[in-house]
């Protein structure tokens, strides 16, 4: 279901970001803030530093022959860590995939006592499917991403259930 990303995976990375983003994302933020974050997060350079530099781990989601989309995952301090990304192509949404994604990674990651993740408020599809797996809405950040768009989201947290 997960396969750990290399950097040679970061041109599939990149087209599978264009497709979802550019099906999903409009309506929610503007074609407009689209361009900007895509080539902003998703440059070859922007994928590789996220990779390298700032501990970010990509795993693809790939049930079969072909991936369907992906998740990066970064370590904020014992058991602690923070979902950047979770991104699944719209054609394949509401079949299950998603949920085993989540739950195959929490398996990558079995010290993880609680994951966090920043999510639009506006993004309704997306708030339900993290309620549906565990989430709750901690907080409200809006984040300045530079040229006048801000990231108006919710920030949401899951922990691992006492026992579990």
């Not at 099906?23 to 530093?49: D, F, K, N, T, W």
């Not at 549906?132 to 947290?157: A, H, S, W």
Request: glycine share 10%; hydrophobic share 40%; with cysteine.
């Amino acid at each position: 279901m997960l396969r750990l990303a290399t950097l040679d995976d970061i041109p599939l990375i990149r087209t599978l970001a264009d497709r979802i983003w550019w099906a999903h994302y409009p309506a929610l933020i503007g074609p407009g803030q689209v361009a900007y974050m895509l080539a902003q997060m998703y440059s070859a350079e922007a994928l590789e530093r996220q990779m390298r530099e700032e501990g970010q781990q990509f795993w693809m989601i790939q049930p079969g022959p072909q991936p369907l989309g992906y998740l990066a995952v970064s370590g904020r301090g014992p058991g602690s860590y923070f979902l950047n990304k979770f991104y699944l192509d719209t054609t394949q949404q509401r079949q299950g995939i998603g949920g085993q994604a989540f739950r195959a990674l929490l398996e990558q990651y079995p010290d993880l006592h609680e994951l966090r993740l920043t999510v639009n408020r506006r993004n309704i599809k997306s708030i339900n499917f993290y309620f549906k797996i565990g989430f709750n809405i901690e907080t409200c950040v809006d984040i300045p991403i530079g040229e006048g768009y801000v990231m108006d989201d919710f920030q949401m947290l899951w922990k691992k259930p006492a026992g579990g």
